[in-house]
């Protein structure tokens, strides 16, 4: 898989991203609202499993298997955060997920690799809508939502178990809808 929009590239992790993904999933964001990426990990090397086996699914077009991508800078290709989607167990929908390195923060590529990614994922699949999920606490990531075209569809708070990653006692469901053709 290879995506280009105006300023990044995604695409499949290389190796070498290693130490670069393991300083991002320590990073005060990643392991306050992301910690499953960090709680394993413990050595940069303990990506090479998980980076060989994105790239062994990177042909894969059904997009409820979950995949992780790198995003990169066009310019560069230095890596600055991972995209990625697939199937939410406990909602049974497909959701999106991302995170940026701090020292990229503030640039709008959340945004930019979220719309990417999403227009990708509807254009090889039927999947009507995507959802992305987020603590109620993560501020910053709900702008990301609404600048890549989320709409806020309601706050939950979850009944009978604990969201995995969860700060506060609820979260946010973003929906985006499929854009509709007409044809006249």
């Known amino acids: ?14 190796l070498k991203d290693r130490f670069d ?13 992301m910690k499953d990426w960090s709680d394993e990990i413990k050595h940069p090397d303990d990506f090479n499993g998980f980076i060989n086996y994105m790239r062994s699914k990177s042909d894969c077009k059904d997009i409820q298997i979950n995949k992780r991508y790198g995003v990169y800078l066009k310019e560069t290709l230095q890596i600055v955060g991972m995209v990625g989607m ?8 497909v959701e999106m997920a991302y995170f940026i390195d701090d020292a990229y923060k ?31 606490a993560n501020h910053p990531s709900h702008r990301v939502a609404v600048k890549a075209g989320f709409e806020l569809f309601e706050i939950r708070k979850p ?3 604990i969201q995995p990653n969860m700060v506060s006692d609820t979260y946010h469901y973003y929906r985006r809808l499929r854009e509709v053709q007409w044809i006249s």
């Open 106 to 136: 503030g640039n709008g590529y959340a945004a930019e690799a979220v719309e990417a990614l999403f227009q990708w994922c509807m254009s090889i699949s039927d999947q009507p809508y995507m959802i992305l999920t987020i603590d109620s």
């Open 21 to 33: 993904l393991f300083r991002m999933v320590y990073q005060n964001d990643v392991v306050k609202f």
């Open 159 to 161: 009944v009978g178990h």
């Open 86 to 93: 697939g199937l939410e167990d406990t909602l049974n929908e």
């Open 1 to 14: 898989m290879y995506i280009e929009s105006n300023r990044l590239i995604i695409k499949e992790f290389d």
